[in-house]
């Protein structure tokens, strides 16, 4: 009784009653002498297809490509494929290989040679994986290969002539060149007018940023003003309560000022009019303390004198006559009104 085992990455089909079944992957079974058997991969498979067509414009390209798959059923695949002999894989590489060539071909021809520079990876892509899908579909019944692909896509294409393939790379060097150089300048006029966008922008923030600080100060200083104007009526009774009673304080202080400047002044006459008394009565005192010497002085000038008022006397009496009414006028000045004049006689001899 054979022993037969599928790794992880197998599937291990078992033919029984004429029908195929699929034991699963990762298993081992005892078989029945005679039974038949497969062992199908699982994991994934490379199809590498390799071709060289001329374009729509005569130019011949050479186009390599990859197409990834994997065995999704190993029932219908064992069907269409030889999978006990070993070449069920390889068998299926190059039907899928076969398929992708004839299709490719007919669409390179139709198409020029930057078209299919340009497109490998879009247009001629899509062509390989319509034609995977329209020759083996997953739908079994509809002949299915029992495959599912994974990648399919056209990597590279090469110009065949070396000459040609120099100039074309030498043309596309400077076109790319030149998108670069292009690319640089919109990059650069792109940063400069975010740049500019972005100063304007600051530009017109800060403004905003500006007016809405002066309307906050406009407003804080409304505020502070009007606050100032109600303090400042608030305080305006008290403030002139204040300068009234100052003002009357001052005037109190100047009255006082006054008051005491006229004491002073008063004290100031008062000690000047004892001086001024005693000055008064020296000056009175003065000739009668000096009467007795004035009229002891006339007596003595006239003292011996024979004087009359006839003969030589008289002419001697007449001259000093004015002489003695002086004295006496300065006698009766000089004395008070209780002292009588004396006698005019007395002064004769």
Known sequence: MPFVRANPNQYLLVGRAGVLQNRGSAVQSFLRPGTVYAIVPSGRQEAAFEFTQETQDGIPLRFKGVVIYRVTDPVAAAERFDFIDGTGISRISEMVTHVVLGELRHAVSHMTMVECIEERKTTLSEVVRAALDTTIGPDVDAGGWGITVEIAQLAQVFIVDAELRTQLEAQVRNEIRLKSDQSAIQTTEHAKLASMTSAERVAARKLDMDLEGLRRDQALFAAEMGADVEKANAETPARLLKL????????????IRELRNHLRASEV???????????????EILPLE???????AASGVLRGANLSIYGEGAQLLGQVAPLLEILAGAVRQAAPASVTDPDPEDTGT
């Open 244 to 255: 009234t009673r100052e003002a009357e304080v001052l005037r109190e202080e100047l009255a």
């Open 269 to 283: 006459e008062h000690e000047l009019l004892r001086p001024r008394a005693e000055q008064e009565m020296r000056r």
């Open 290 to 296: 000096q009467a007795p010497q004035i009229v002891e």
